[in-house]
Structure formats: structure tokens, C-alpha cells
């Protein structure tokens, strides 16, 4: 089992940058599928990316292709979400989230994953 403890949100104006992590303890990351998913208000869940979830290793949502890159540091043990060009769209609570190893043909499933952080809230707004 990990626990996950995320952080790094906050507000940003559009076309700004920001960076979550996501720390793990009592396991190593380096073991798990990654991922990162956030919720808008009145939506549903939403996968962004996950990585060690696909054949390709990586997989991201199209909203975010070209935006975003997930990425872990093993000696850190911990997992980060680089956000580029933020849009008013992109404001959501953000997971992070860790699971079995895989080549899911729905990497960016939720139920894929079992073990969750807290959520961090991102706002993009001017």
C-alpha cells in the first residue's frame, strides 16, 4: 500500500505555469502506474495523464496533449504534473493517483487506480 499527499495548487492567471507533486510513502512509486485526474465543479472526474498505464508509457487526455507532462522522481519519490498555458478550463480540484502496472486500454480510467492523494485545487482565472 502507498499513501499519497499532493500539493502544489494555487491560483494562476491563464498562460501561466504550474507544478504539482505528489509525494508516496510506505511504498515506492517507482512500482505503480501513475496518474493525475481532476474534477471541475458539476463534472466528472476527469483522467490528464498517467504514466506506466499504456504500451506507450504515457498517456494524456487531448484537452491537455502538448500542455502537460507527468513525470516522476524515484529518489524523491515523488510524481509531478507540469502545467503549461493554463486555461480558465483547466480549473479543477487535482488527484493524484497510483496502481497497478499496466497496459490498460483505458489508461486514464479511474477505477484503474487504488491508491489516491487528497486533491489540490488549481484555479486559473485573471
Known amino acids: 500500500q502507498v499513501q499519497l499527499v499532493e500539493s502544489g495548487g494555487g491560483l494562476v492567471q491563464p498562460g501561466g505555469s504550474l507544478t504539482l507533486s505528489c509525494t508516496a510513502s510506505?511504498?515506492?512509486?517507482?512500482?505503480?502506474?501513475i496518474g493525475w485526474f481532476r474534477q471541475a465543479p458539476g463534472k466528472e472526474r476527469e483522467g490528464v495523464s498517467c504514466?506506466?498505464?499504456?504500451?506507450?508509457?504515457?498517456d494524456y487526455a487531448d484537452s491537455v496533449k502538448g500542455r502537460f507532462t507527468i513525470s516522476r522522481d524515484n529518489a524523491k519519490n515523488t510524481m509531478y504534473l507540469q502545467m503549461n498555458s493554463l486555461k480558465p478550463e483547466d480549473t479543477a480540484v487535482y488527484y493524484c493517483?497510483?496502481?497497478?502496472?499496466?497496459?490498460?486500454?483505458?489508461?486514464?480510467?479511474?477505477?484503474?487506480?487504488?491508491?489516491w492523494g487528497q486533491g489540490t485545487q488549481v484555479t486559473v482565472s485573471s
Open positions: 493517483a497510483a496502481g497497478k502496472r499496466g497496459s490498460y486500454y483505458y489508461p486514464l480510467e479511474a477505477r484503474n487506480y487504488d491508491y
Open positions: 510506505g511504498s515506492t512509486l517507482d512500482y505503480y502506474a
Open positions: 504514466s506506466s498505464c499504456t504500451a506507450g508509457s504515457t
